[in-house]
């Protein structure tokens, strides 16, 4: 199923006198996501758009010392749909609230988290389900602050226009997937980083969809797909992060934003 994710956000920014620490901090109620279903099953899209009018806000965003608003994404893999099976939809909770204690702690995020040590829900038989990060292209990890990052322009609030996230086969083995990231960078003046990006497993290897490559597979992230799966799912969550000529860095809370389907061989 493909997704349409629009992120609204009116920024926050409080100052303490001179001297004294800068804190950029947002509240649950100034940004949301929203999702509108599409047919394709192999693919998520989604856009970032800020509306801040205060000028202080603008002005921190513009900076060019600020890195962000940036938008990272994460997954966990499964043998069913997140949205529909129950327990997987307790999982997906347990990782968002984990992602609020261990990596948001606001307001004073944390630099360069490693997820799937951080972030997992262990089940009754012991079965760990982590959360990932993305590795890009020849292993390089793709987090903060290496995060698709909106664009920057005088007098222009920032806006990542849009982004997608589609499954491709690699070249070598078509049983084997990566994630293809793309970003419109329509804003004027804009500077993202370069796309598209190719992303995939924490460590470096493409997703596989054979029995025999999962099973021969020693890292953990598959530990949820059960034997003989009919379906395998990437389950797709994001946040986003500011950081910069300021006291803390901020992250956002962690949002589901729809699962990619692996075709099987």
């Known amino acids: 199923m493909k997704m349409k994710v629009t992120l609204l956000l009116l920024a926050s920014v409080f100052f303490v006198g001179c001297g004294m620490p800068t804190i950029f901090n947002l509240s649950s109620g100034e940004y949301s996501y929203q999702t509108i279903a599409n047919p394709s099953t192999d693919s998520i899209s989604g856009s970032l758009t800020i509306t801040t009018t205060d000028a202080s806000n603008k002005a921190i965003l513009i900076d060019a010392q600020t890195s962000g608003p940036s938008l990272m994404f994460l997954y966990t893999i499964s043998g069913s749909d997140l949205s ?7 999982i997906r909770g347990t ?13 004073f995020g944390v630099n360069n988290p490693v997820y799937h040590e951080l972030i997992y829900k262990t089940l009754p038989d012991d079965t760990k389900v982590s ?3 993305f590795k890009g ?13 909106t ?3 005088p007098a222009v609030v920032p806006k990542l226009d849009s982004f997608t996230l589609q499954a491709k086969p690699t070249t070598s083995d078509a049983t084997r997937y990566y994630l293809e990231l793309k970003v419109d960078t329509a804003t004027p003046g804009g500077s993202f980083t370069p796309t598209p990006v190719d992303l995939y497993g924490f460590e470096g290897f493409p997703f596989f969809t054979k029995t025999e490559d999962i099973s021969g597979n020693t890292t953990g992230e598959y530990a949820y797909l059960p ?26 809370s962690l949002n589901y934003i729809g699962q990619i389907k692996l075709p099987l061989p």
């Open 131 to 133: 959360l990932y990060e």
């Open 95 to 107: 990782l968002i609230d984990g992602f609020s204690s261990k990596v948001k702690k606001e307001p």
């Open 151 to 153: 664009g920057k322009a």
């Open 84 to 90: 529909l099976d129950y327990s997987m939809n307790a």
């Open 227 to 252: 034997d003989g799966a009919s379906e395998i799912y990437l389950n797709i969550f994001s946040a986003f992060s500011v950081s910069g000529d300021f006291t803390n860095i901020f992250w956002s």
């Open 137 to 149: 292209t020849s292993n390089q990890k793709f987090g903060f602050p290496n995060q698709i990052v």
